[in-house]
């Protein structure tokens, strides 16, 4: 199984809502990550966790809060976001070491009205 | 800090034609991993090939090989006579930084033109 699960596909919210986004994998990956990627650019980092620890942060607003709850799941909840907030947000999984490559998962399209 | 440059924006074949794809990149650091990951329009990343800086051996899978010359830091992509399905967004990565951090070039949308 080298599968990474994202759910919502899809998500409209409005700027005063709360929303999570869920991931999941069972590959015993033990790192896991946060991107954004808006249209036509390249994923940017959001967040790293590293055996449940958060890792890296890369300055991004409050109102993205992660969470890791084990080992298998990586939520991001959102709250009070713009407009500019809306893209595809992905997420990755890797093994230890560097011999192994990121999977993702198909990403869940934010929009915020 | 870590960069990849893949100066190509977009470019336009004919099926059947190759194509390569350039990718640049510049680290410090003297163990690093490089990656190219496909993306269709459905939105996934999809993983192509990893290779690792002590490792220079080129390599053919099928209709895909790969130069990667740590000389001029760079790690090309080639697709042998193209098809429509690999028409997407290709995109070289770099990991680093405690195998931590990976980083994404900006992107070849690639078109195979039937």
């Known amino acids: 199984d080298t599968e990474v699960t994202q759910t919502p596909k899809h998500l409209v919210m409005g700027m005063t809502n709360k929303k999570s986004l869920k991931c999941e994998q069972h590959m015993g990956h033990r790192a896991m990550y946060w991107y954004k990627q808006k249209a036509k650019k390249p994923p940017e980092l959001m967040f790293v966790y590293s055996y449940e620890k958060l890792s890296i942060n890369e300055s991004v607003p409050s109102r993205f809060s992660p969470e890791c709850p084990n080992s298998s799941l990586l939520n991001l909840h959102l709250h009070a976001l713009q407009p500019e907030d809306s893209a595809l947000y992905l997420c990755?999984?890797?093994?230890?070491?560097?011999?192994?490559?990121?999977?993702f998962g198909q990403g869940t399209r934010l929009t915020v009205v | 800090a870590q960069k990849v440059t893949q100066a190509q924006t977009e470019i336009s074949v004919v099926e059947k034609e190759d194509v390569t794809l350039d990718c640049v990149y510049e680290t410090r650091d003297t163990t690093y991993y490089l990656f190219w990951y496909k993306q269709p329009p459905s939105g996934e990343l999809v993983f192509l090939i990893r290779r690792n800086s002590f490792d220079e051996q080129n390599e053919i899978s099928g209709r895909y090989s790969w130069n990667f010359q740590k000389s001029t830091s760079s790690f090309n992509f080639t697709i042998t006579a193209s098809q429509v399905v690999d028409s997407a967004v290709y995109f070289c990565?770099?990991?680093?930084?405690?195998?931590?951090?990976?980083?994404f070039g900006t992107g070849t949308k690639l078109q195979v033109i039937p």
């Open positions: 990565a770099l990991l680093t930084g405690g195998y931590q951090k990976v980083t």
């Open positions: 990755a999984s890797r093994g230890q070491g560097g011999r192994t490559e990121a999977f």
